[in-house]
């Protein structure tokens, strides 16, 4: 899951002991474009953005892409090993 280095398993565990704290402790991903506008949509608002270059948060959004396969594969995200037998 990439998650050898001591980072990586302190995100990795959050995501699953406390996935709703992840975003307090991680400073986030960082993304430069070359255009950014804002819509909204049944009352929700989200970017639209061309050309999204990740240049600082590489190593976030890589344990979360890794934890979002592994939830696809039967995991719920939260879900800490203890839960799961």
């Known amino acids: ?3 050898k280095t001591a980072p990586n398993k302190g995100m990795a565990a959050t995501l699953h002991e406390e996935p ?3 975003f307090y402790y991680n400073n986030g991903i ?4 070359d255009r950014a ?8 608002d989200f ?3 061309s050309n999204p270059q990740i240049i ?13 396969k592994e939830a696809s ?3 719920r995200i939260g ?5 799961s037998t």
């Open 1 to 3: 899951m990439g998650t």
């Open 20 to 22: 709703d704290h992840f």
């Open 30 to 33: 960082t993304i430069l474009c």
């Open 37 to 44: 506008e804002r819509l909204t949509s049944k009352g929700n």
């Open 47 to 49: 970017l639209r953005v």
């Open 56 to 68: 600082n948060g590489q190593q976030t959004s890589r344990v979360l892409s890794a934890h979002l």
């Open 73 to 75: 594969k039967g995991e």
């Open 79 to 83: 879900e800490s090993d203890a839960d």
